[in-house]
């Protein structure tokens, strides 16, 4: 198993721009997130999916899109980039077993918005 | 509202036992986590315990709830420069993947 995957691994956008984040987990885990970590700030929830065809707002939705076609796939789209957008971001599968959820996450997308 | 807080930043020396804290707000929740994250990498679980348990160790880690005053802390102990890394506690509402991450804090191991 690969386990969860993102792509790219840095990105540099100029305000304005739009750009999708892929995401993919190959465990068949129906829950996915997006999460942006900023320094002092912890991990924020920007969406997140109970399955294919469910997304739902989390706590910084705003300037995100995303849709979930698949189990698999999770892509994060920036409309148009901010520099208040720069941060890194995570994508996270997780499963739920005698009621624990541990969840999973990808290596992390770098991005600079100038 | 829901908040979890961690401080920032903790140094200790090699062999020396760690201890991060940690406080949460949620008092549904059912499990507290305990990730790990290494420069440039994502997070990891290392343990997590439930609400009704006071206290869980696994090899050099214990955890320890007051559910009471809703503190978790994550002791390590021997602790080694490997373990240098920011550790993050998380609360996780019940009947929900829903998880509320707390600030993080860099632990620094010094040799």
């Known amino acids: 198993n690969a386990g969860v995957t993102q792509t790219p691994k840095f990105q540099v956008l100029k305000t304005g721009q739009s750009m999708t984040l892929q995401c993919a987990q190959d465990m068949n885990h129906e829950y996915m997130s997006w999460y942006r970590q900023d320094p002092g700030m912890g991990l924020r929830l920007i969406h997140y999916s109970v399955g294919a065809g469910i997304t739902d707002q989390g706590e910084v939705p705003n300037g995100y899109n995303v849709s979930r076609s698949t189990t698999e796939d999770f892509p994060l789209r920036l409309l148009s980039a901010a520099p208040s957008q720069t941060s890194v971001y995570f994508c996270a599968s997780s499963y739920r077993v005698a009621g624990v959820n541990e969840q999973f996450f990808g290596p992390g997308t770098r991005l600079t918005v100038l | 509202g829901e908040d979890v807080e961690q401080s920032l930043f903790l140094s200790v020396r090699e062999g020396d036992s760690s201890v991060i804290n940690c406080t949460y707000t949620?008092?549904?929740?059912?499990?507290l986590y305990w990730y790990k994250q290494e420069p440039g990498a994502g997070l990891q679980l290392l343990t997590y315990i439930f609400s009704n348990m006071d206290m869980k160790q696994d090899q050099r880690l214990t955890v320890l709830l007051n559910k009471k005053d809703k503190h978790l802390s994550l002791r390590i102990a021997d602790t080694q420069t490997g373990d240098s890394a920011i550790y993050f506690c998380a609360e996780n509402a019940s009947g929900t993947y829903k998880y509320i991450f707390g600030t993080g804090t860099r632990l620094k191991v010094l040799a």
């Open positions: 949620d008092s549904s929740s059912t499990y």
